[in-house]
């Protein structure tokens, strides 16, 4: 293995989502088996120890491909020749906390871990931002690093998508591997738009394949529009009242799904979602990071831009992205872009 390693920078390195994320990076799961990585951790100052801690894991486990780990609590140093960005470190939105009090306070954190992008990472820096308001974190930490293309930074709606996977897969009782075709529109929020119109199992439409297996066209829509579409829009609020805490394992793991088929290509896995800078495609307002149907090729997401868009996911769709034009504007009049 004589490849150069590739630098991922992690922050909030110390947390849930950081401690699921590490080994399996390090393991070779996200870039390949035969790309060596050094991994920069960024913490604040009370999260330090816990990102030390992890990082004694990491020397424990002897993984081949781990050539470095650094641990720090400055931007500067975290994202210096950053070829990855996994930004999972944000402010959880405390009691009595408004809207406008959330976005100030991850302003105060994607604003300047943007800059530091731009002023530090490598010259193929690709940023996924994981820490919610995902989506509108993303666009700071976008709109704070002017000399980095606005398509290298992403947000994670692959959570979302393998959500609506694992959902489809028991009401049609069909293998997880054999489904194509699933979107999500949107933002990584309870608006966001699970979409199975163009879906397939195991080549097979899943509309026909619902409608057969519920009793008819009616029923199949009910069972979408009343069950699927809430269950998934909503899951994270369900894991957060189920396990006491929000999802962990399944956010990490979908955060390896999403820059392994960046990096890696999409290849026969077919079309999956991520959250992109719109160009307006479908519609979308430009300037916004929303959830689109993608496929990667040569390290870059392609909106895959054939699919018809009926009239009830039209409102859908428009209803997602009027959110995010909220949140862009919120944040404009903050000052945060
Ligand atoms: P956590 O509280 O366990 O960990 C967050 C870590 O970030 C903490 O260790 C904290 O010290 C650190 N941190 C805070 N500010 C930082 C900063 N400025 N720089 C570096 N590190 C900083 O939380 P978690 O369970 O790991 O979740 C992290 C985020 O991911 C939350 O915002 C959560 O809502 C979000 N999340 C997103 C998705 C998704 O699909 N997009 C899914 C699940 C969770
Ligand atoms: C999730 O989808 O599991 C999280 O974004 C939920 C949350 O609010 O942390």
């Known amino acids: 293995m004589s490849r150069t390693p590739v630098t991922v920078t992690i922050t909030g390195a110390g947390g849930q989502i950081g401690y699921a994320l590490l080994f399996r990076i390090a393991s070779g799961a996200m870039l390949g088996p ?5 991994l920069h951790l960024l913490e604040i100052p009370q999260g330090l120890r816990a990102a030390e801690g992890a990082a004694l894991e990491l020397q424990d486990s002897a993984f081949p491909l781990l050539s470095h780990v650094e641990i720090t609590d400055d931007p500067a140093v975290a994202f210096r020749g950053a070829n990855l960005a996994l930004l999972v470190g944000a402010r959880p939105r405390a009691a009595g906390m408004e809207r406008g009090d959330l976005l100030q306070a991850n302003g105060g954190i994607f604003g300047p871990q943007g800059r530091a992008i731009n002023e530090h990472a490598a010259d ?3 940023v996924v931002v994981v820490g919610n308001p995902a989506n509108t974190n993303a666009l700071i930490a976008a709109s704070n690093a002017p000399d980095v293309p606005k398509d290298r930074f992403t947000a994670l709606t692959r959570l979302d998508h393998n959500r609506a996977l694992g959902q489809l897969a028991a009401a049609l009782q069909s293998p997880v591997g054999e489904l194509r075709g699933v979107t999500i529109w ?18 097979d439409p899943v509309p026909a394949l619902l409608a057969a297996r519920m009793g008819g066209t009616d029923a199949a829509r009910s069972w979408l529009e009343d069950q699927f579409i809430p269950r998934v829009a909503k899951r994270g609020a369900e894991i957060i009242e189920v396990r006491g805490s929000s999802s962990v394992a399944s956010a990490a793991s979908a955060t390896i799904d999403h820059v392994h088929d960046w990096v890696l290509g999409t290849g026969d896995g077919g079309r999956t979602s991520a959250a992109i800078w719109s160009n307006g495609e479908y519609g979308v307002a430009e300037g916004v990071i929303s959830s689109f149907p993608v496929v990667a090729e040569d390290g870059a997401w392609k909106v ?18 009027a959110e995010l034009v909220d949140e862009r504007e919120a944040v404009r009049s903050l000052g945060l872009i």
Do not use: C, M, Y
Request: hydrophobic share 35%; no cysteine.
């Open 34 to 38: 035969d790309t060596p990585v050094r």
């Open 124 to 126: 193929d820096i690709r």
């Open 186 to 203: 949107g933002n990584h929020s309870a608006t966001q738009f699970p979409d199975v119109a163009h879906a397939t199992a195991g080549g």
């Open 304 to 321: 895959v831009e054939s699919l018809d868009v009926d009239e009830f996911a039209r409102r859908r769709i428009d209803a997602s992205v």
